[in-house]
């Protein structure tokens, strides 16, 4: 019986590496019988919620494929690549590249998949490296329009995050300000702040609350200027807590440091990203947040 078969790898074609083309030319005739497609990840266009998570390439859910083989994808794609993964095990696509799934997350794409598909809340997330205008278009409307979230698909400490007022600031955002860099788009929530969750071994065990005073930006990382309080353990709703314990598990992280956002609209609590270096030592509040280690140190047996 013919199958439908996706060949996805790297977009630069390199002597010694495979790329689409080569397979494209090859493949044919040694599957006749076969519905094959080749493609690159660039051309991947990720939607993520809590409600519903999809990879489209062509207009088309990368699910329909009843076998997916990736290639070149180790050096540059390794994070897209454990998210088609995850995605393609959760969907039951027979994947040549199991390998993919053994690795740790690397970026905010995997972690929006797998969350996503996990019911865990998270804002709406979408992403496609070739963000051309279609997508934009697309990803604006279904994360409910602007203002809009556009940060670096794996950035850190505020790095690359930008708030978009609208698509000709978006625009000039990816084309002027961050040109050539990958970025998640994700709906804005309207907050007070964000929250440092440090969670040891399933459990909720320290909250630093990051508030930053300068109405001219939207981040509230310490190493921006934020200020920070360290809230009881009980300002979380124990949902949170479960959601956030899985999560770290998800991630296979023993001691995990997961920014957590509350709307101050609707009051719902969002898991923005796990961190598996939560910034202990490194901290001003390092007096608070090593004994938290020493916690997860003695923890193992």
């Keep these: 019986m013919p199958e439908k078969i996706l060949f996805l790898g790297g977009k630069e074609s390199r002597q010694g590496h495979e790329s689409p083309e080569l397979f494209r030319k090859y493949m044919p005739d040694l599957m006749p019988n076969d519905n ?22 062509g207009g088309q859910d990368i699910k329909t494929f009843d076998r997916i083989f990736m290639f070149g994808w180790f050096a540059n794609y390794r994070d897209i690549a454990y998210a088609v993964a995850y995605y393609a ?47 934009l278009e697309k990803a604006s409307d279904w994360l409910g329009g602007y203002p809009l979230i556009a940060k670096q698909f794996n950035g850190n400490k505020g790095s690359n995050n930008f708030l978009a007022k609208d698509n000709k600031n978006l625009n000039e955002i990816l084309h002027e300000r961050a040109p050539g860099v990958a970025m998640v788009l994700q709906e804005f929530i309207e907050n007070d702040g964000d929250m440092r969750v440090l969670v040891v071994y399933g459990k909720t065990s320290l909250i630093l609350h990051r508030r930053n005073e300068n109405a001219s930006t939207h981040l509230h ?13 009980d300002y979380l709703p124990e949902s949170l807590k479960s959601e956030l314990a899985i999560a770290s598990k998800l991630m296979h992280r023993e001691l995990s440091g997961m920014d957590v956002i509350e709307s101050i609209q609707t009051g719902k609590f969002y898991i923005l990203e796990s961190n598996n270096m939560p910034q202990l030592a490194s901290s001003v509040y390092y007096e608070q947040h090593l004994p938290v280690l020493v916690k997860a140190i003695k923890h193992l047996k």
């Design 89 to 135: 095990n959760w969907q039951k696509v027979k994947l040549l590249n199991t390998e993919a799934l053994h690795q740790r997350s690397s970026g905010k794409v995997s972690q929006a998949v797998i969350f996503g598909l996990n019911k865990l809340s998270i804002p709406k997330t979408a992403f496609s490296i070739f963000a051309h205008e279609e997508f």
């Design 36 to 57: 094959l497609e080749f493609a690159c990840f660039d051309e991947l266009q990720f939607f993520c919620s809590k409600e519903k998570v999809t990879i489209i390439l």
């Design 221 to 233: 990382n310490i190493s921006l200027g934020a200020k920070g309080l360290h809230r009881s353990t």
